[in-house]
Each structure stands twice: as structure tokens, then as C-alpha cells.
């Protein structure tokens, strides 16, 4: 185990903000990780495990011990008539994975092309994009409770995924660090292309047979079209998820506001997309919030939902901009913004 001391957590955070960790280790394989698990113990060292860092807002330095996942490989371990299971390390990075199932002719995590960050993040929040979410192909994972060094194996239904939810951003918080996902994936295309502007692409890409690497282009297209890269505008994704609201309140802020968009989840519920709700409130009653900018934090001038960090912003920056956005869209439209991005 190579620990090295008083390491800038810049290059690791796609938000680009600074942060200092009081000891940081590369981790590769099983060994140097269960040597690094034993020496948070054995020190009482606070763990702080990061993968891409592409859904991380740091807000002060780490008083103990960062991990950066390296777990590499990706496998076909079984197969049958209708499906293959691959299992990947938990380091290996998610696009990575998407692009060995296209290769391979395989099907079910095309519309997940080009998500930022690691496999083992990914059963974090349930990764979700374009109708299509890491819950429909997962099989299990392996896992290493931080606190003894036992491994694990959680199932679907151990992980109780939802909407940006997983077992582990709550009940199991900080208590396990993620070594291996496996995938069912389908031998046979199911594509899901009614969603966002995903059909629309794939006719102006002249697309006449449907593969997995077409639906794919088409997502990185819209995806490059509309998001910040973070390796030009520091950002993490989505920073609020999209909330759900009963149907006697979205009826009502219909009346008012008749363009506010909506989408069914549940016989009574409907999720109100978080982008819209921040894009039709502001700083003050004139103004939107998108393409807003303080300092050199902001909202993405594309996606209002995107807070950005345009060079020096600081976590505490991007935090109270965070604060002033769910309060202006709780005045307007009494809705409680979450944050999906993790906090530390
Ligand atoms: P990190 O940011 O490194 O970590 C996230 C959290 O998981 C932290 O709490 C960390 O401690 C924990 N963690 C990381 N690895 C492990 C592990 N092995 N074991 C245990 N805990 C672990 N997300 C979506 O769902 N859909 C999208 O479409 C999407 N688009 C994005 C677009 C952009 C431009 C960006 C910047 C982000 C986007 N995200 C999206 C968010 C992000 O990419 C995903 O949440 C991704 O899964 C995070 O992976 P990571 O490795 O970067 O996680
Ligand atoms: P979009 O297509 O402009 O749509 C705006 C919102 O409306 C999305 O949040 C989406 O909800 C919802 N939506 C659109 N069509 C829908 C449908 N047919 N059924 C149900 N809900 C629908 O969104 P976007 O910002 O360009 O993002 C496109 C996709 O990438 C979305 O799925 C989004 O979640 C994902 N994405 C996620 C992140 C992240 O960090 N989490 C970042 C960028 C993009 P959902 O979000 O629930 O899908």
C-alpha cells in the first residue's frame, strides 16, 4: 500500500473544487485494499472512497483516509440462451463497461453511455438515464464491510434501489465500499428510444437498423450537445433529484404555472422535472436561475439543473447557491428540492 499525506483532492472531483485529504491511497486489487481497510482500523481513520468523483461536493478537507477505487476488470462470466452476465471491477469506469457490452453485442445499458465515473459508484444512486436505470440489468455485487473486512454479496432486492436511492446511500451508508458488479445483460435488443429527444437523434442520424451502438451515438450526442464537460466546466451531473409531488398539488400549479411539465410515476404521483422548476425561478422575480453565475459558481447556461464551478469556486460557494435555488423554488412553487449530489 502506497499512503501518501496531505493530497489535493482537485484532480479527483469533477466539480473541481479543492479539498485536501489527510492521507490518500490508490487502491488496485484485494490486498492493498484490505491492507487499507485494516489501517483505517486499526488507526480509526475516517474512509472516504472515491471512484470518479463525479457525484461528490466537497465542502471541507477529509480528516482521514481517501480511497480511489482502481479495482480494474471486466469478464463474461456465464451465459445462457437469452442473457450474459458480466462482471466488472468496481474501478473500471462505467462508459468503459457500456462500450464492452456494445463491442460484445450486448444488450440493456446503451441508453447509460458516456455517465461519468466508476461501475462500483453506479449501484450508488441506481445510475439512470433516458428511461433506463442500472437496476433493469443488475444482478449482484460483491462488497467489503469497511468495519470487519467480511465480504458480501448483495442481490437487487438487497440493494433496494429507487429512483437515485440505493440501500447504501442510506441504512448502509459508509459501510461498505463496492469490489465488484455483475450484469445481466440481454442477448436480445429491447431499445428504449421514446424518451427525451433520443428518436428525434436517431432520425437525424439517418439510423435505418437499430443496434446498440446507434442508440448509444445517439445518447452521447445529445448528452455532448447539452451537458458541461467537466473536464472544461467543473460540475457533478444533476445536482437535485427530479422531486415527486401528489396530483391534486401538480393540478393546482397547472392552473398558475399551465406549462409546468409532469410525468406519472405512481396512480397518484407525479415526478416535475427539477431542471424547469430552477429554470422558472430565480434569484429575484424578473430572473432565472439558469445561466445564473456568482462568483465563479453558477447554473449551467444549458441545463439549469447543472451547478457549475467556472475556475475558483469553493464547495461552501456551490452550497449556499444550492441553498438560495431550493429556497426560491419552495417560495414559488412549494416544492422541496433534494440534493442527489453527495455531500461531504
Ligand atoms: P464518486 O463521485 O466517486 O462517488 C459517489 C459516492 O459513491 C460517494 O459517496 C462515494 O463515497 C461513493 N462510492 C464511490 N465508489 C464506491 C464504492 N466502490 N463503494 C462504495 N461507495 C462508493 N448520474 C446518473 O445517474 N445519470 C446520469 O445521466 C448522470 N450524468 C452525469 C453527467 C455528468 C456530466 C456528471 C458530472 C455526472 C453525472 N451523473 C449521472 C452523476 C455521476 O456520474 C454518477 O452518480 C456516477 O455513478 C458517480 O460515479 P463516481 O465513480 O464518479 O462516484
Ligand atoms: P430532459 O430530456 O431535458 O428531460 C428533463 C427531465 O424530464 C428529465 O429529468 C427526465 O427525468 C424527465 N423526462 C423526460 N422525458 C421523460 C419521459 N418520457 N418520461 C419520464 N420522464 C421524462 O433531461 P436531460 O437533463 O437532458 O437529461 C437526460 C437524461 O439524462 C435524464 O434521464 C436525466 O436523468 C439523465 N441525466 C442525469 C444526470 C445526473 O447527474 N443524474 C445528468 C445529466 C443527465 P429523469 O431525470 O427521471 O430521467
Not at 442473457?83 to 460484445?104: N, Y
Not at 433516458?130 to 444482478?139: A, N, P, S
Not at 422535472?273 to 432565472?288: F, M, Q, R, Y
Amino acid at each position: 500500500m502506497n499512503l501518501q499525506y496531505q493530497v489535493s483532492l482537485l484532480p479527483y472531483n469533477t466539480f473541481r473544487i479543492p479539498s485536501q485529504a489527510e492521507s490518500f491511497v490508490v487502491v488496485e486489487n484485494k490486498e492493498e485494499l484490505l491492507e487499507a481497510l485494516a489501517y483505517v482500523r486499526q488507526y480509526h481513520k475516517e474512509l472516504l472512497i472515491i471512484g470518479g468523483g463525479s457525484n461528490i461536493l466537497f465542502t471541507r478537507d477529509v480528516k482521514g483516509l481517501v480511497l480511489l477505487n482502481k479495482l480494474p476488470g471486466i469478464e463474461i462470466i456465464k451465459e445462457d440462451e437469452n442473457h450474459v452476465w458480466v462482471k466488472a471491477g468496481a474501478g473500471v469506469v462505467w462508459h468503459q463497461l457500456v462500450m464492452f457490452a456494445i463491442e460484445h453485442n450486448l444488450h440493456g445499458i446503451e441508453n447509460l453511455a458516456l455517465i461519468p465515473g466508476s461501475a462500483g459508484a453506479a449501484p450508488m444512486q441506481n445510475i439512470g438515464a433516458y428511461g433506463v436505470e442500472l437496476q433493469h440489468v443488475f444482478d449482484y455485487l460483491t462488497a467489503i464491510h469497511i468495519h470487519n473486512g467480511e465480504e458480501h454479496t448483495l442481490t437487487a432486492a438487497d440493494c433496494k434501489f429507487g429512483y437515485r436511492e440505493s440501500v447504501f446511500k442510506n441504512i448502509y451508508k459508509n459501510q461498505f465500499i463496492i469490489t465488484e458488479i455483475v450484469l445481466r445483460l440481454n442477448k436480445n435488443p429491447e431499445f428504449h428510444i421514446s424518451y427525451g429527444a433520443i428518436q428525434q437523434q436517431l432520425e437525424e442520424m439517418k439510423v435505418t437498423t437499430l443496434t446498440a451502438k446507434e442508440v448509444a451515438e445517439a445518447v452521447m450526442h445529445i448528452r455532448r450537445s447539452k451537458l458541461p464537460d467537466p473536464a472544461v466546466i467543473g460540475n457533478a451531473g444533476s445536482f437535485f433529484k427530479n422531486p415527486t409531488i401528489d396530483k391534486k398539488q401538480y393540478q393546482a400549479l397547472q392552473q398558475q404555472y399551465p406549462s409546468i411539465p409532469g410525468y406519472e410515476v405512481g396512480s397518484n404521483l407525479i415526478k416535475v422535472p427539477a431542471g424547469w422548476l430552477i429554470e422558472h425561478s430565480g434569484p429575484d422575480a424578473n430572473t432565472s436561475w439558469k445561466g445564473f453565475k456568482r462568483g465563479d459558481v453558477g447554473c449551467h447556461a444549458k441545463q439549469a439543473l447543472v451547478l457549475v464551478n467556472y475556475g475558483n469556486g469553493t464547495g461552501k460557494d456551490v452550497l449556499t447557491l444550492s441553498e438560495d435555488i431550493m429556497q426560491s423554488v419552495r417560495d414559488k412553487y412549494q416544492i422541496d428540492l433534494e440534493r442527489e449530489v453527495n455531500l461531504y
